[in-house]
């Protein structure tokens, strides 16, 4: 997982929060799919999709200021923003599939 990664190149002091953030967020992106899957009513899977997409953005958002306080190389963290944008595509075309009015 990207958190597992990126622990390996930040700073000491700044490694178990802001990992721990990335971690949590990138954990719950999985999570809230599952969750959703198993409610068993596709209003509550988009939710949970939804609820996903929230997730990524703040991982996505954690690694740009991550990038901006040169706490990662940028090369580093383009591949995970670019390993993000392609999750995201996927969990909205997701959402697009449960829902075709949206």
Known sequence: MIYIKLQRVFQS???????????????????NIAEGAARRSQKEFTHFSYISLGSLSEVDTLLLLCIELE??????????LADLDHI???????????????
């Not at 002091?13 to 953030?21: D, M, V």
């Open 13 to 31: 002091e700044e490694k178990f929060g802001i990992t721990s953030q990335i971690r949590r967020a990138s954990t719950s992106i999985p999570i």
């Open 88 to 102: 995201g595509k996927l969990i909205t075309g997701l959402i697009r599939k449960l829902n075709p009015k949206e």
């Open 71 to 80: 706490y990662i190389d940028k090369v580093i963290a383009d591949k995970h």
